[in-house]
């Protein structure tokens, strides 16, 4: 069964430092997306991508949070610097079409010391 | 503004025991409702999407239920393997789903 792939599941890193996460997804799936999840709490979108274009980064911390999907395919969110409020879960899901149920993946939990 | 709320946060069923979620919403223009299973450290994992009000779907022990103004997730004699949170989400006119925080279900033998 097809499924999103997200690497490093684990991520530790102090405060002010760079971090970066990948995400695969369901091969032939156009959109993709990217969540943050805090502890007890649903997904909140940070970005969605149709192949490589971003259609809506509206909630993404443009100073510190970078997305991208270079060749419609895999992407990278990238942090630079974290802060102790990015520990959180963050998620990849991806769909068919715009419009078509979202698949995750894993995710990645990170922690900010 | 778009708005999900989930009911209970948290629901303690013993095995065999059934019972209801809700999730009520407020959206501008219903594409979908969803609702997905989460177990702890893990991505969400869909179970159904319901469309228009009168709509139901099952699956095993679940079965979504969708209103005008509310969804409903009823669990027919659950068991352990079923604890987990119980998330809904709604998909607006614009296609972004608003998710709500979810209900942490645990089912004791």
């Known amino acids: 069964e097809a499924e999103v792939a997200q690497s490093p599941r684990y991520k530790i890193t102090e405060k002010s430092q760079a971090v970066a996460f990948w995400c695969d997804p369901i091969?032939?799936?156009?959109?993709l997306y990217w969540y943050r999840q805090i502890l007890g709490q649903g997904p909140e979108l940070l970005v969605q991508f149709q192949d490589e274009s971003v259609v809506d980064d509206s909630q993404l911390p443009k100073d510190r949070f970078s997305a991208e999907r270079l060749k419609g395919v895999d992407s990278t969110l990238k942090i630079q610097p974290a802060e102790l409020g990015d520990s959180a879960m963050y998620l990849c899901?991806?769909?068919?079409?715009?419009?078509?149920?979202?698949?995750f993946g894993p995710g990645t939990r990170l922690l900010v010391l | 503004e778009d708005q999900v709320t989930q009911s209970p946060e948290a629901l303690r069923l013993q095995e065999g025991e059934s019972s209801s979620l809700n999730c009520s919403y407020t959206?501008?223009?219903?594409?979908?409702l969803f609702w997905y299973r989460q177990d702890p450290g893990k991505g969400p994992e869909f179970l159904f999407t319901l469309y228009s009000a009168g709509e139901e779907k099952e699956k095993e022990r679940l079965k979504a239920t969708l209103t005008k103004k509310e969804s409903f997730l009823h669990i027919t004699a659950p068991k352990p393997e079923d604890s987990a949170t119980y998330l809904c989400a709604v998909q607006n006119n614009t296609d972004k789903l608003i998710f709500g925080t979810g209900t942490r279900l645990q089912v004791f033998p």
């Open positions: 959206v501008s223009g219903l594409r979908g």
């Open positions: 899901a991806s769909s068919l079409v715009t419009k078509g149920t979202q698949y």
């Open positions: 091969s032939g799936h156009a959109t």
